[in-house]
């Protein structure tokens, strides 16, 4: 079983409609979840940080956190064409060392015109 | 401006030949880490550094070395015994002993 897994899609969805990521994880000490955005050929940019249970809102973007059940999910509402990237979620356990941070394998997204 | 220097940003490599890719921060960023990304994976960790003069072997450390002699650098040698070097090479920094990492635009690497 992968530590971190997503599905790799692609998820396809159109343009303002809400567009819902998941990921899980395995090891149950992770304490600090991350959303990356990566557009091809391009390094990954950090979208969102959360670090409790619950929902975090930033602008169109939310994350979503449930450590009893283990996944982290993404929305973003109101879709652009622009939005249309890879969506790497990574894990940090509590142990904190770097070497901690595992990422997924994406999942590509495509926002339709 | 702020931020992560990788270079070069492309490089073509011949089989047999050691190449070295630069990463510099003038985030003040303690953390520096070394990623390899391939068509359609994750990132896997190959090298990272919490201080300076100190790193630690990541998930892929074979066939690659590193240095860390200043806190804004730290470069990543791809050697000969690297068996499948081509692929994507990122530098990340870390803000903060928890923090979430920042990415350089990265390095990519080809050998013909």
Redesign the interface.
Known sequence: QKE?EQN?GPLSVPEGAIASLNCTYSDRVS??F?WYRQYSG?????IM?IYSNGDKEDGRFTAQLNKASQYVSLLIRDSQPSDSATY?C?V?AVR?S??Q?T????TQLTVLP | DGGITQSPKYLFRKEGQNVTLSCEQNLNHD?M?WYRQDP????R?IY?S?IVNDF?K?DIAEGYSVSREKKESFPLTVTSAQKNPTAFY?CAT?RG??G???????SRLTVL
């Open positions: 971190v790799s304490q600090s991350f391009k390094s990954p940019e950090l940080s790497l990574a940090r904190g770097a070497r941070l990422f997924g394998s994406g | 953390a880490y359609g994976q994750g990132l960790l990272y919490q630690q990541g990122l870390q002993p928890t979430e990492l920042f990415f350089g635009e990265g």
